[in-house]
């Protein structure tokens, strides 16, 4: 069993920078590929970014592609997104979440964080 907790988000002008963490639980935690995702309010989850279990292949959603960066160091745990150049539609809930396979969507994630809210004004 993997347990998931974000935190790191927070308010921040248009063209700012934050940081989010993900800190794993559960001994597989390296052996599974791990995601983002956002959830603006009265929208869908949508996916943001994903990172292979070695740290070796990322996907990126083409809004976030040069802005945000996935890293993962797998002795601590943890999971980062590193989000620079932010812009009022990065407004959302953050989730990361963890699964068995590196995929853009949804599906096949097992493993979700409570989410951190991060929001952007102009």
């Known amino acids: 069993q993997v347990q998931l907790v974000n935190s790191g988000g927070g308010s921040v002008q248009a063209g700012g920078s934050l940081r989010l963490t993900c800190a794993a639980s559960?001994?597989?935690?390296?052996?599974?590929?791990v995601g983002w995702f956002r959830q603006a309010p009265g929208k869908e989850r949508e996916f943001v970014a994903a990172?292979?279990?070695?740290?070796?292949?990322?996907h990126y959603t083409d809004s976030v592609k040069a802005r945000f960066t996935i890293s993962r160091d797998n002795a601590k745990n943890t999971v980062y997104l590193q989000m620079n150049s932010l812009k009022p539609e990065d407004t959302a809930m953050y989730y990361c979440?963890?699964?068995?396979?590196?995929?853009?969507?949804?599906?096949?994630?097992?493993?979700w964080g409570q989410g951190t809210q991060v929001t952007v004004s102009s």
């Open positions: 979440a963890a699964g068995p396979y590196l995929r853009d969507g949804l599906t096949g994630y097992n493993y």
């Open positions: 559960g001994r597989t935690f390296g052996w599974l590929a």
């Open positions: 990172l292979s279990a070695n740290g070796d292949s990322s």
